[in-house]
């Protein structure tokens, strides 16, 4: 029986070496997501994602197969790319069935207007970060890039994954988190919504007051050893936790 709610999740990382993740990840699809009306991923489903055309790698089309399974059964599935899959195209959304959303994309969600992204432009005290976003996110540079060979993309892109763990080690955790003066500019301009967005992996809930409204803003959390994801129903918003087996 499939219930009246919306599920969120974000910062999986999906990827070869964590096979207990997708296992999780799976379990998840096939009880939770597959009883909801819509499962939103909030970006960085998977590690990194180099293009549509590594779809035919073996582990990555496992998690498209499950995600169009999900929808055959009723269930929608809407996509907001995250700084570590990005490159998803239209070739993604037709294999795995998902929608993809630009971001901030706005919804009513039971009678309440909510804003969703993934939360990465919310950082913007990371100047450096926001700088090589900037750059990647250039419709000339995807172009170019995607026009390499397919290992030559792997490379570079395990390059820069090496070299963010890097920086990671020397910036202070507070430039990671987001900029309040950001939040607030964000919610003033969509009039003031409740807002869900990843990235941080600090999985909370925080009240911005903002030319004196209330707004709630909900982090998703990453999934590490054990999962999460939030579910929105008529009754409200809260967090559930996926204990691995």
Known sequence: ?????????????????????????????????????????????????????????PFNASICHALKNLTKNGTQVFFIPGNRDFLVGPAFAETSGAILLEEPHLIT??????????????????????????????????????????????????????????????????????????????????NYPRLIHGHTHRQSCHTHIVDGRRCKRWVLGDWDCNGNYLACDESGLGFHTLIAS
């Open 1 to 57: 029986m499939r219930d009246a709610s919306s599920l969120f999740i974000s910062d999986l990382h999906l990827c070869s070496t964590r096979p207990g993740v997708a296992d999780l990840f799976f379990r998840f699809l096939n009880l939770q997501a597959s009883h909801a009306d819509a499962l939103y991923i909030l970006g960085d489903l998977f590690e990194y994602w180099a293009g549509d055309d590594d779809d035919v790698d």
């Open 109 to 190: 969600l039971f009678g309440q207007s909510t804003l969703l992204l993934h939360g990465d432009t919310l950082c913007s005290d990371d100047i450096e970060y926001s700088r090589f976003r900037t750059e990647v996110r250039d419709p000339a540079w995807r172009k170019a890039f995607l026009a390499l060979p397919l290992a030559e993309r792997k490379i570079k892109i395990e390059a820069l994954r090496q070299r963010s763990e890097n920086e990671k080690q020397v910036k202070p955790a507070s430039i990671m988190d987001v900029n309040a003066n950001a939040v607030d500019d964000l919610l003033r301009t969509y």
